[in-house]
DNA sequence: TTTAGTTTGTCTAGGCAGCATACAAACAAG
DNA sequence: CTTGTTTGTATGCTGCCTAGACAAACTAAA
């Protein structure tokens, strides 16, 4: 009733209908009241009700009684995001395949890990996707609740044109020119999206982790080697055949250093998490026991390593401020154990490369999510496909 | 009347309103029928005549008559961008002060460079613009055509936060911390709008240059530094503060070489236009003259220098190339000459530090626009914001 | 307990953008 | 001159949203 203007401006500028803002907002709440709606997207009441009851007839949405007390006035009637639609996310890994379901308000509905000895083919890594999901549908079609699945998001370590669906590369998996998402629609006749592992993750981190808040964040992660992900603005940066974010293969030094795409003094091979392990005379450890050895058993070989790894990574840091300029800057994966093994001289490093104006106000974070941050990411792919076009996913129509 | 679902959600996409669709081919096309308007939009044919008459109108097109014969059917009407209504371009450098008036349809009204013996200060600079476009906005109200200004386009050789309008650092101008487009806008009582050099010279290009029909397109342009200007998906990379695109401050190398921030190892450092001067013998020569005095004159010492510079330009754009993924790179300033030295050598350098993946598809160009490059740049943030809203801009009101 | 003030939900009428349809106008080709 | 094609214009309709009036549900004060 009051301010309209400037959050009406707001929400249309991204050019979704109000029924998907309306729905956004309530998957990014979980659960919010009709005048919180109103207040933050400038719609009047009636219009908020409409659009409510047709999401709840949709089966996104359930109305629930007056909430909050201690106010003058009437209280607000809430809504809640729908517990039964889910997403299912796949992990397709060297060592494992990890299968997840996350409901629409968040929850983590179900959650497996296969494990492999030896790594498996990409077909047969499908076969084992279809069969995994096969027996978590049939499971869930005997529970008490109604669930119903959306979509399925994949998480792929490498790169992928989420376009396509094709994966174009993952080095660790050894796939390449792997149509996943054809081949996954196909069996499982549902649909199916696709995207980079660090993509997802800072996908997550930005909608409920560390860069919660921020529109311009880059997110570095490091596993076996280093990926990248970019939002500017709210968006992810995709590029012309979406395999933007490469971070890790960027050069920073005349060095001879080989990484794992045999390119010369780059961020990847200065930085390397075996090297890490075997200074630490570790090997093949969990991301734990790594971040445990680092940080406490600290011997003059060590140091020097994490101390040459910090300098490289600083520098690439500033690399991405100068050309990014971002808000947040995310640290996950063992990344974030060099960050937190000295975070002065990570900060040292940054300001010598970086010219003053970009780190105004730029705030350098861990990763926050856990486990669970890549299935949040790749749920949602799914759901918010869904909030774009609401009617194209109906459940009851009454 | 056929397909409409398609172009209808890409425009809308954008969240503008159907008038600022239809002024935006306007002023894209210069001159652009009916019919074609309904094909690109999607709108229907009553809707588009209701908006051209509002636009007509506002002052923003002017109806022609019918146009083209030579095929069936009822030929169609055309509009005109308005040659009346003018985007003042203002281009401070060290040692001149350059104004231009744009009209709407995109030709130089007027064209005029003030020189200057030794670099003015900031203040005096702002002193110079005012009196200079004072003399302008005099001299047009004396033309027989009814000009009208829609306002003023600044270009900032230096980082520039284009949402306050301060100038948070001008090397080469020696300007730092100053308001510029507020004391503007306080003498002028004009909209006044500024932005970096780089960034108005890749907007210029991509609307009528070397990226036109691009979305996703890397700038660099080469004048005392290296600038740049980053598009993805259409729009600008801004960043948090406005500064995201310093792309001559990313270190590529160990090396101990300074650049004029005196940050080490960067492409900045690398690769310097004085350099190439001095190998040839010259000093303070235009653009035109150092171009052809490395492309003709080729010395071994000139040959190893310019080659130094590709490498380091190679291994920059390689970078560029992992992190945006772009279709479309163009050089500009005299990084163009480099290129065109050995276009083959520079092919090779990115082959061996970018991925193949980012490479597929990925085009490489120097700049199409020449010495109005940077007017039409300005122009266009100008036109931009009063296509955006139209009635705000509004001349006659009929 | 009563009263006043506040905030919210619901209902109705209406504005506005855009579409489909019908019809007239202006062309080419036979 | 007729036919077929394409475009401009006028009319009524639909869908989305708002404003305003009213009722409902709460707090705070008398």
Redesign the pocket.
Known sequence: MTS?ATP?FEARASGQ??LSIVLGLIHEHRAI???EI?AIT??????V?K?LTTLVNLGFASDTG?EQ?????????GVDASKELLAISVHPEVDYLEVKAVAFNGTIVHSEKRLYDEPIGAHQAVEDMVQVIDNLVAELETSDTSYRILGIGVIVPGQINSSTGIVRQAPHLQWSEFPIRDLLTQRLSMPVFVANDASLGCKAEMAYGAAKGATDVVYMHGTSGIGGGVFMNGTELKGFRGYAGELGHMRISSGKELDYSGIQGTLEALVRRDDLEAVLGLKNVSDEDLEVALLNNRTPESTALARKQIEALGIATANLANIFNPEVFVLAGFLRFLYRFDQNYFHRVIKKHAIPAVLEGMQVFVNELGANSLAIGASELVFQEAIADPTRYATRVK
């Open positions: 309209k009406m209908s109000s009241t009709r005048s109103c400038g719609l009047s009441r009636s219009t009700a659009l007056a007390i201690d106010r003058v006035g009437r209280p607000s009637m």
